[in-house]
């Protein structure tokens, strides 16, 4: 499915996908018609035909063979990225909540911005706990992101090898951990508003309940304590080889 | 029974069952050696328990014999600490493993199919070449 790709605008876009069969692949066609390209399903050890409904909407399926979780998929789909030299990658989730045709406004804000990561971000969804949570982790960090969980994003090659390294292979969520090392690199942030929809299948994972919240955020917590004092060094050129 | 003796065999015992175990090779290099100086420390302390006196007198402590179960402690510390470090850049391989196992899983299917549909294609052209010299209308361009 790489023939579309020409040399000039090589984008891969990575959907992990867990148990999502009911849409996984109805999102691949729609990206394929809406984006073209490569589409890239890392299918994070389903237990349903998710990787099947997937390649028959003609999508690249690398099946793992143990979950990773959100964060492990969408960094396998970025290491393809890497290898394959795809210029940019972009991610979005399988179960629905992200609309295939929100993504050329996506890439739009980002090619406008010049910068090397753009996330895709629906500020009206986001629950009291959840504003409450980014607030406090925006204290914490400085990253001036609104939502930090959105897995909605396009990533340009500094973005793309920065995350396939081994750096990056120890976070469990995709997003203050990815977002601090994407700081650490000196690349440059930059949201777009765009429109999400509620989840199909249930809730979020990480907000479904507040003993999960409460090891979220300590987890976080630790997370920022252990890259505390890369908000006071000097950035890195974006150019610069990490 | 005395507390030397008590002593003296537990420490001999303890010092025992890690030479044993170290002897069945079941621990990795620098594991190995660590367990081997605690097997020689416990059968030291057990060969001359004065030693706890006369170290708790030089260090000050009040108590001697809290002094090797303070010493004691701070190691396993330490020891758990190496351990979750171990255990982190372990889970960092694996996960870089099996990241890189769906990768190359992916390639060689890939790679397979376009090695079949190669075969295909050449046994395909070959046989139409040789019925096209029989039927000069063959149906093209469905291969």
């Known amino acids: 499915m790489r023939q579309q ?106 090619r406008r911005s010049g910068a090397n990561v753009a996330i895709g971000t629906f500020p009206q969804r986001l629950s009291l706990a959840k504003r409450v949570a980014w607030r406090y982790f925006q204290l914490l960090t400085g990253i001036g992101v609104q939502d930090f969980t959105s897995g909605l994003r396009v990533y340009d090659g500094h973005a793309i090898r920065a995350l396939a390294s081994r750096k990056a292979s120890l976070l469990d969520y995709q997003d203050l951990g990815v977002l601090m090392l994407l700081r650490k690199k000196g690349l440059r942030l930059h949201e777009v508003p765009t429109v999400m929809s509620p989840r199909r299948n249930g809730g979020s994972r990480v ?23 890369w908000r006071w060094r000097a950035p890195v050129r974006a150019g610069a080889r990490a | 029974m005395n507390a030397a003796l008590t002593t ?48 708790g007198h030089i260090t000050g402590i009040y108590y001697p014999p809290i002094l090797p179960i303070i010493v004691a402690i701070g190691m396993i510390l330490l020891r758990m600490l190496k351990m979750d470090i171990d255990r982190s850049r372990s889970e960092r391989q694996l996960r870089r493993l099996t990241q890189k196992i769906g990768i190359l899983e992916q390639e060689l299917m890939e790679a397979k199919r376009a090695k079949a549909s190669d075969n295909v294609l050449t046994a395909d052209s070959s046989a139409r070449s040789k019925t096209a010299q029989v039927i000069p209308l063959a149906k093209s361009g469905d291969a």
């Open chain 1, 5 to 110: 790709g020409g040399s000039t605008h090589r984008l891969l876009t990575v959907i992990p996908a867990r148990n999502e069969s009911a849409t996984v692949g109805e999102i691949v066609r729609r990206v394929r018609s809406v984006v073209g390209g490569e589409v890239l399903v890392v299918n994070d050890a389903s237990t349903d035909d998710t990787s099947a409904q997937a390649r028959q909407a003609g999508a690249t399926v690398i099946d793992l063979p143990y979950g990773l979780g959100a964060w492990g998929a969408a960094q396998t789909g970025l290491r393809y990225a890497k290898r394959h030299r795809f210029r940019a990658a972009l991610t979005l989730d399988a179960d629905g909540q992200h609309h295939p045709e929100e993504l050329p406004v996506l890439l739009d804000g980002w």
């Open chain 1, 207 to 229: 907000f479904s309940s507040w003993p999960m919240v409460a090891r979220y955020m300590l987890h976080t917590t630790v997370l920022c304590f252990a890259q505390f004092g």
């Open chain 2, 8 to 55: 003296s065999i537990i420490g001999v015992l303890i010092a025992g069952a890690i030479l044993y175990l170290v002897r069945r090779d079941h621990l990795h290099g620098s594991y190995a050696l660590w367990w081997l100086a605690v097997a020689a420390a416990s059968l030291l302390l057990s060969a001359f328990p004065q030693a706890v006196d006369w170290l």
